[in-house]
């Protein structure tokens, strides 16, 4: 023991330090290892989370007795594998994750006695609008929403009635967007829930302050005729898009068409009124006929008219007279014709295509070569001739308005949605247990290099200091008081007068073989200086080092 204890005096307090602290971190690092290797392998059971819900989940996990970990400022949930299926029904059965809103449970936490009317007027509405927002975070590209309310009360004694109005705020899920026909659907959806709601009086909004539809007072106004129109416009689109990804789909594979509509409309409502006659359609409509006769006859050598022809004198009218009488007849027929005549009014509604664009992106073919490796195969013209065919039948091509179709053939990027399950590797392992298992062999080859780098060097060291650790009491002559000589690799050498009963000890000691080019620069120093302030006593060790036998 003693000589263990100065052993550990001769390797300094330094070099205790460092042996020390190496330890402790060697053995810390395997406490690491075995931990992590023993450790479940951990799921992600919820994600983007409002910290309300992930502190309820966390009280019913560690009710249940289940591991989790709450990472992320509380957005994820983490549970190991094997209790992720028995945590997700205990959850469900407590209704959480709840998206931090209440619906009608509202209801249930309230007692109705001593409750006022407009308390229960205000729970009402509160209770709707978490009901609807609940509804809407079901669509997978919305992660949470929220909806206000205003149904107003029509007052006693009033005639007028205020229509009620709604807005919707929207956050979505990292870059994803809504089309036109989902932001129409929450509308409906919203509408169809609160009594006398029109769609046209709902606003949505995203969570970047975009309006994706908007409450206009007035249907017939500029803006809503307006926004009305590029709706229209952007639901054709997508329709058409989505019409020509299916058919070509069906050849091409899931997710190998990608199709760009552009759609020119004509919004202006023209109304037209056309007369057209037919002149060859002539009907008799009327016929007038009108007949006259005239009969008039004359006298000559009649009295001239005067006073007295006119009185009444019997013999006036005896003298000659020579009389002559003609008649007249006369007629007049009218027939009146009608024409064929055709009235058309022809009123052309908004909305009307003047020309469409079309631009479709088809990838390749992948075929197995000779290696048995996959590799691309573009499509020849006359398939995509075809494929081009399809899109003009799908879209209502017309050459006169000037439609254009473009289908290009291209080789697509290879892409793996977050949602694809992953593939299975050599002998059954995913690549989770791929990593896991490079990381428990990157854990090996650590321990082995601080094993060969560190603690094999400190452990030689340790082993070469424990002889000079043993020698170090010759080194001082406590009999003579005289100093005693370093030898070769730091071993003490013993004065003339202990040669002989500590001669054979000594020879014990020293070890040739491992001090050789070991000795350092310093100890031959010391020695040259040793020899210059005893130079009798360095005489008399060299002359009986001559006179000692060699050993056999």
């Known amino acids: 023991m003693k000589t263990i204890a100065k052993a550990f005096q001769n390797i300094g307090p330094i070099r205790l330090a460092i042996m020390g602290g190496v330890i402790t971190g060697l053995i810390a690092f395997f406490i690491f290892l075995v931990t992590s290797i023993s450790s479940p392998e951990m799921q992600r059971l919820y994600g983007e989370l409002e910290k309300a819900d992930s502190n309820k989940i966390a009280v019913e996990l560690s009710t249940l007795g289940i591991k989790h970990e709450v990472k992320k ?3 994820e949930v983490y549970v190991p594998v094997t209790q992720a299926d028995r945590a997700l029904l ?3 059965d407590k209704g959480l994750p709840g998206g931090g809103t209440i619906g009608y449970e509202i209801f249930d936490k309230q007692e109705s006695l001593g409750t006022t009317n407009f308390m229960q007027n205000v729970n009402l509405v509160r209770a709707l609008e978490g009901e609807l927002a609940k509804t ?3 669509i997978s590209t919305v992660k949470s929403a929220r909806i206000h309310l205003v149904m107003p009360k029509r007052q006693l004694f009033s005639r ?18 809504l089309n036109p026909e989902q932001v129409n659907a929450i509308q409906h959806l919203v509408a169809t829930a609160v009594p006398e709601l029109n769609p046209s009086r709902i606003s949505v909004v995203d ?5 994706l539809a908007g409450a206009f007072e007035n249907e017939d106004s500029p803006a809503a005729m307006a926004l009305k129109a590029d709706q229209r416009r952007r639901s054709l689109e997508a329709r058409l898009s989505r019409t020509v990804e299916e058919l070509l789909e069906k050849t091409a594979g899931f997710g190998k068409v990608r199709a760009e509509v552009n759609v020119e409309m004509d919004f202006d409502r ?4 056309e007369e057209t006659y037919d002149p060859d359609g002539q009907v008799v409509r009327s016929t007038q006929t009108v007949e006259q006769t005239a009969s008039n006859r004359d006298t000559e050598g009649q009295t001239a008219v005067t006073v007295g022809t006119n009185l009444p004198d019997p013999n006036l009218n005896n003298g000659d007279t020579t009389s002559s009488s003609a008649n007249e007849t006369r007629t007049e027929e009218t027939v009146n014709f009608e024409i064929s005549k055709t009235i ?4 052309r509604e908004a909305g009307i295509i003047k020309r469409l664009s079309v631009a479709v992106l088809i990838d390749g073919k992948r075929v197995t070569d000779k290696d048995g490796q996959l590799k691309y195969e573009p499509r020849n013209d006359a398939e995509m001739e075809l494929l081009a065919t399809l899109v003009r039948g799908a879209i209502g091509f017309n050459a006169d308005r000037g439609d254009t179709v473009e289908v290009i053939n291209m080789e697509f990027a290879e892409f793996l949605p977050p949602d694809t399950p992953l593939d299975l590797l050599i002998f059954g392992l995913t690549k989770n247990d791929a990593f896991k298992f490079a990381e428990l062999f990157v854990y090996i080859i650590v321990a082995l290099l601080v094993i060969l780098m560190v603690i094999r060097p400190l452990i030689s060291r340790a082993l070469e200091v424990m002889p000079s650790a043993k020698a170090e009491p010759l080194l001082a002559d406590h009999v003579s008081g005289r100093p005693a000589l370093a030898g070769p690799g730091g071993t003490g050498i013993p004065a003339p007068s202990e040669l002989s009963s500590e001669e054979e000890h000594f020879e014990e000691l020293i070890d040739i073989d491992r001090v050789e080019g070991r000795v350092k620069a310093s100890s031959v120093k010391k020695v040259g200086e040793i020899v210059d302030k005893h130079p009798e006593e360095a005489l008399s060790i060299i002359r009986s080092w001559m006179h000692q036998e060699a050993p056999g």
């Open 160 to 177: 007028q009635k205020q229509q009620p109005s709604a807005s919707v705020v929207l956050s979505m899920k990292s870059a994803q967007r």
């Open 207 to 211: 969570n970047k302050g975009k309006l």
């Open 136 to 138: 809407i975070q079901t």
């Open 270 to 273: 023209v109304s037209t009124k």
């Open 90 to 92: 205990h959850l469900a």
């Open 73 to 75: 400022n509380g957005a």
């Open 344 to 347: 058309k009014n022809h009123v």
